[in-house]
């Protein structure tokens, strides 16, 4: 191998390591990896073959950036290629919206993020923009230390962005090593230009080859070091590794949603191995598992996901507004709740019941309301842990007659809730008029979706990627698979598709207990749809089974009913642990508003059971392969000493006397190397400038052998003197023995601290180093002979004004 391509290998190694610091940006961060590796490698062959051209230096960057970048439009947008392979028009609109979405994404979006498919654009073009940028700096312009200021933006992308950043040491590491293999390998090529190499076989030369190595190795340990060692500079690099912080995070992956898509913190809790107790409330609703608790809700639909509309963010009145499309003759009670939320939910939403009427906190400065969707959000950093506070909430007496009696919405209400993206599938429409045919008013055909979903052969499972966009609703009504997230959004769609306005309400089912003690845990997150009907505003409606309790007035037995039903709640049994799902009678009869009520337990088991183990997520298993790495590596010197020694001493290891096959030459001198290898693993290095009856007088005087072992030694010298000097030389079978006698006086002699480092880590194994060096070196050589022949040939061959002198 040249040592140009060798450069080209380890800058695209160098930024693949780099790369990795941007692991923790993501929830899936894997799902990047193919994508971002085949560009770099993509960049680094498109330079390699444009270097191998008779080109002008100042073209092959600028052809290198159109090759790529073709090569990125032709990985993500091919579908809008012309004929799939040209870039067109239609290529450059797609490229646009996708880093338009990337952008929206980056602003929606909170740490870790999901894998969009903007998001993915954006990140993979960056990675491969700073291949083409090291590559270029590395390779043809021969200026390595200046490739590592796109190494260095990179990381510091990364670092700078990651929830923790002293937890990125790891990623530091692995970029640091990337760096300092280019800068080494830039040294050599500096060197072949010289001339030979010289390796030496002392130890002068041991330390001229490992100098400059040594000295990187040193630089990078002191950087991750010292920061940790140094008191008045904080844990540095291990600053955030395993600890707890002093942030206001909410430990449950709630975190911060106005710059976080609520779906991210939904399926953190869902998926979450624990289920962790958020907080807890107490209602005068007589039937309080029909209280939700409403965080926020998702009103925009842009193709891509559900976000939250334009925030309002008045400050908080001290009396609440009517309620969105509520009229004067609707038959309203207020429910009265108590809310006390735990130190694990930290989020900048105030969970409450739908829709609010007043409230009571301990300081409103702080919080802003928003009266389109009737939520509270803090400013100025306030989180709601360990927060305790009164709402009183509507409790909307609503029919199926009132329902169906429901006026068209007002313009300004379809103008914001019927929108949908042009790239909807058609499947989507054509489902939803499928499954409401018959139905001739908005709540027949609300209560035929809900139906559709609960009734169904649709299954509950949180694995399940949360995304909302259209193709991802087309998937789902496919694989009839998924969780809330999926039922909600895509009832949602389905219902502006009828011309029903809706959004997607996020927040928390109401928990178990009864109503003077009813307990949210991590797993009650939830995701509903809200449909608008005129006269009552916007109705709860649950279309997804075995979770939640679906309303009421969507219920057809009680569609005839003008009052929800006064029983008292059963669900206050749930609080006790159950080893399965209930199959009593009582279950039946008292619970039968609610859905998959009794199965709850067992989902929620089935959630615990199917959730990843620890020690299968990456990190783990990246720790586990590092550490495997680092036992081969920690073995491999050992292994390949005991096998040399087999191999030499395999034969002519007799009993002393016995005879034995005459041995050759290179026998006899393989003989000697390992009794003279013996000696250097136990601290003896050798001295070629003596001959070999020296060297041995030396080793068992500075050795202190044993008689035995140092007559042994002597017969092992003169047979290989009779070999290097003698015109003839009949050597005895049992030099094997000897040498076996001399390495047991040897160890016999040394300390136990000797002992261990020759079985460990011997020094003669730096002869396969040496070996290696050599052949790589006569490798490269003729791989630089044949390329200056074909290289000659190609020249040869083209019209002479593009023919260009070669290098000296």
Known sequence: MTTRAKLTLCAALATALAALSLSPLFKDSFALAPHGLLMIVAAAAVGSGLRALPL??????????????????????QSAMSFGVLPGPGA?????????????????????????????????????????????????YRRAAAAGLPLLALYSVGCGLADSPGGMWLWFLFAAAGYLVLLYTEGQDRLTRWGRVFHG??????AMSNGGRRVGLIALAAA????????????????????????????????????????????????????????????NATDADQLYLRVAALSEFDGAEWKAGEQSAEPLPTTLPQPEGQGPGISNTTVNTNIKISDRLGTTWLPMPYPVSWMELPSTSNWRFDKTSRTVAAVNGQKTNGLSYKVGSYSVAADATQLRAAAPPPEDITRRYLG?????????????????????????KAVALQQYFTKGDFTYNTKIEPRTGPDAIAKFLQDKEGFCVHFAATMAAMSRELGIPSRVAIGFTPGTGDASNRIVRSSNYHAWPELYFSGLGWMRFEPTPGRGTVPLYSLPKTANSAQPSTQPSASASADQPSAGPSASSSCVTQQQHRIGDCADEAVLAEHRTTSTPWWQTWPALLAAAGLLLLLVLAATPMVLRRR??????????????????????????????????????????????RTPRNAARRLAEDAHLAPAAAEAAGRVALATERVMYARESDPSPQLGSDVHTVRTGLLTQATRRRRLRALLLPASTVRFWWRTQDRVAAL?????????????????????????????
């Open 420 to 444: 949908l993206p042009n790239n909807l599938p058609s499947v989507v429409g054509e489902t939803a008029k499928k499954i409401t045919q018959g139905a001739d008013n908005p709540y027949d």
């Open 780 to 808: 490269r050589e003729r791989t630089a002979e044949r390329t200056a022949r074909v290289r000659a040939a190609v020249r040869d061959r083209l019209p002479r004004p593009f023919r260009r002198a070669p290098k000296d």
């Open 201 to 206: 076989t002392g130890r002068s030369a041991v």
């Open 56 to 77: 002008p230096r100042a073209l092959v960057l600028p052809l290198q950036l159109l090759a790529v970048l073709y090569v990125l439009m032709l990985s993500t947008v």
């Open 644 to 689: 040399l020694r087999k191999r030499r001493l395999g034969v002519g290891r007799h009993a002393p006397g016995a005879d034995g096959p005459r041995l050759s030459d290179e026998q006899v001198l393989a003989a000697w190397a390992e009794l003279v290898d013996s000696a250097w693993d136990l601290g003896l290095p050798p001295d070629e400038a």
């Open 224 to 283: 991750v070091l010292l920061p940790a060692l140094a008191p008045a500079t904080g844990a540095g690099l291990f600053s955030g590794f395993g600890g707890q912080g002093n942030g206001n995070g909410s430990g449950t992956g709630a975190g911060d949603e106005r710059s976080l898509n609520l779906v991210v913190a939904l399926t953190a809790n869902l998926r979450a191995n624990d289920d962790t107790e958020l907080l807890r409330f107490s209602t």
């Open 92 to 140: 450059l609109d797609a490229v646009s919206t996708l880093l338009a979405s990337g952008g929206s994404d980056i602003q929606e979006y909170a740490i870790p993020a999901p894998t969009t498919d903007g998001l993915r654009l954006v990140v993979v073009g960056s990675v491969t923009l700073v291949a083409v940028l090291v590559d270029a700096l590395a390779v043809t």
